[in-house]
């Protein structure tokens, strides 16, 4: 079967050497095999003028075709999450009819109150309070006077699934506590559009930031419980931080590639420091994607995030050293 992978940017700000990094390894990992899918259902965050500088940088890198930015007309090659939001809802409505979607009318105060709520990786527990509550968001709505947001209705045994770069994991649903699928602001949640998008589009291998990896957990049981496939691989994988011991992240204005580009880096340095961070290729070198394919191994991968320094900036923007 080929592989087909996907390249899944949140146009919420300017992609950074690590947004970069994750795309030329889901890229190699497919052998160039991949949707360009862009996640704009997060309306308050996403801007149109991100989802354009996405594309321009992902060209840039040849990782996507040219003139993939004006699927709009026809002939797409992206898939935009903005324009998918009935399918994101036919779906929540049968996880409803299957007694998997619920209304809850919880703040995030309500949440951290609740006496019993536990902590768990990634914060607060949502302790299951609306479970059973309301047949639908017009009761829910008619009782409190709140817009519901639905959760997931996340029972069962443990979610297992194997990682490239993490082994086996297990995730125990109490662990996490039931999600959000649909939220108060009526947009889809993320978890539920990628587990959606994932199945529909056929997306056979994924790979990610690390921080995602429970994330893979709550797709899966979506699917499950939709009844519908699932990808068969994922590597989740380290971050680049930038020097203060952060990952790098859009919305701090980091080091874009915008702004590499806008200083005269090239291309080809940028995507072989990449691969060579990654564990691809033994010393920086300039490179294409297409070249490091050969190059390519999921074993490969290195486990450890990077941490950038000002001397591998002078090295991207080929400066004396
Ligand atoms: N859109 C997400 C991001 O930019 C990635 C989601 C995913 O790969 O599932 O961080
Ligand atoms: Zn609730």
Redesign the pocket.
Known sequence: MTPLG?L???PSGLLHLG?ARSFLLAWLWARGNVLLRI?DIDKPRCKPEFTKAAIEDLEWLALVATGVRNASDGTATAAFQSTRTVLYRNHLQSLAQRGRAYPCTCTRRDIEEASSAPHGDEGVIYPGTCRGKWRDAAHAKADTGREPAWRFLWDGPPVVFHDELHGDVTVDPATLGDFVLWRRDDLPS?QLA?AVDDALQGITQ?L??RD?LF?TARQLAIQRALGLPSPAAWAHVPFIQDGTGRRMAKRDGDLSLRTLREHGADARRVTGFLAWTAGLIGKPEPATAKELVGEFRVQKLGRDDFVLAESHVDWLLNRDQ
């Open positions: 996907r899944a940017p949140t947004n996640e993320y990628v994924v990610r930031g995602l994330s």
